[in-house]
């Protein structure tokens, strides 16, 4: 397949297909992020996240589609896009004998946009021993540095992988600013894959949403607030079990009373629920770990792509 580059988009993925043996683990993915926007990317154990970014990061080969970074095959990153491009994994790999100070001078010998003062500046702010093994420092400490080590050299495209959850509350909020001054610039653009649904509310302008394989929802994070909503009802006769509500993802009935979570709310099916039900319906605003969990809810269908 020939890729062509889109100009201004950061990750431009098509149709991406990634297999190991018999088991489908990506299937016709499609996922375009412009430059200088920060998107979530959310989804349960095994859908899918982490083997998206390393295909992104060329470390794993697709076997369909394409995948663009930068404008370039992912596959075939070389040293000039790699070096705009900073990474940090769920778990930190270090060299135990080296230093702290040695370990950012080593990294940083990688990469020519290296600003110093930046590296220096958070090596204090999170309070990393300058003189300590890496060995000896804790897990969340080595987190920490492999932080640093990504925002050291002010990336063009920052991917995280889980990166935050070995850090205290004190930490994340530093390295939720950190975030947002990577791209204070509109230059900057960055692809964060996290359980922890509060830090994305913070700094996310987008959200992308994995289940089993599937985009099944990438648009803007308040778009996403906007459709699913919990609506209430309280009717003055009993309620039918089956309320044949278009975009339901949950429901739970008890007589003249019902709790109803709803994929696509819109002020023409309020109305219609008041006037064919003869009820009174209250709207519930959520937050996006609620709308995550009712996303996935066992009787959940998919929701509608948005993108």
Aim: glycine share 8%; proline share 5%; hydrophobic share 45%.
């Amino acid at each position: 397949m020939i890729e062509h580059a889109v100009p201004n988009e950061a990750i431009a993925v098509t149709g991406l297909v990634k297999r190991f043996g018999s088991r489908t683990v990506l299937d016709a993915i499609d996922l375009h992020v412009p430059q200088g926007q920060v998107i979530g990317l959310l989804g349960l154990n095994g859908s899918g996240k982490s083997t998206l970014i390393k295909c992104l990061l060329g470390l794993l080969r697709t076997d369909a589609g394409s995948a663009l970074v930068l404008g370039t095959p992912a596959w075939d990153l070389a040293d000039r896009e790699k070096s705009r491009i900073g990474y940090v994994p769920q778990e930190a790999t270090l060299y135990p004998w080296l230093t702290v100070s040695q370990t950012v001078a080593y990294v940083a010998s990688f990469y020519p946009r290296w600003d110093r003062a930046w590296g220096e500046e958070l090596l204090a702010r999170w309070d990393l021993p300058p003189g300590h093994n890496t060995g000896v420092l804790s897990v969340g400490q080595k987190q920490k540095l492999a932080l640093v080590l990504a925002l050291g050299h002010r990336p063009d495209l920052l991917i995280l992988d889980e990166p935050v959850a070995s850090l205290d509350p004190v930490a994340r909020r530093w390295f939720l600013e950190a975030v947002l001054e990577t791209t204070a610039n509109g230059v900057g653009t960055v692809l964060f894959s996290t359980h922890i649904t509060s830090d994305l509310e913070r700094v996310a302008s987008h959200v992308a949403i994995l289940r089993e394989g599937h985009v099944v929802f990438h648009d803007e994070l308040d778009l996403l607030k906007d459709r699913v909503k919990r609506l209430r009802l309280e009717a003055s006769t009993a309620l039918p079990a089956d309320l044949a509500v278009p975009g339901l993802l949950r429901a739970e009935v008890e007589g003249t009373r019902a709790l109803l979570t709803v994929d696509g709310v819109t002020p023409a099916l309020l109305a219609d629920l008041r006037q064919r039900l003869q009820t009174n319906v209250t709207v519930d605003d959520l937050n996006l770990e609620e709308i995550f969990l009712e996303l996935h809810s066992g009787t959940a269908a998919h929701p509608h792509t948005a993108r």
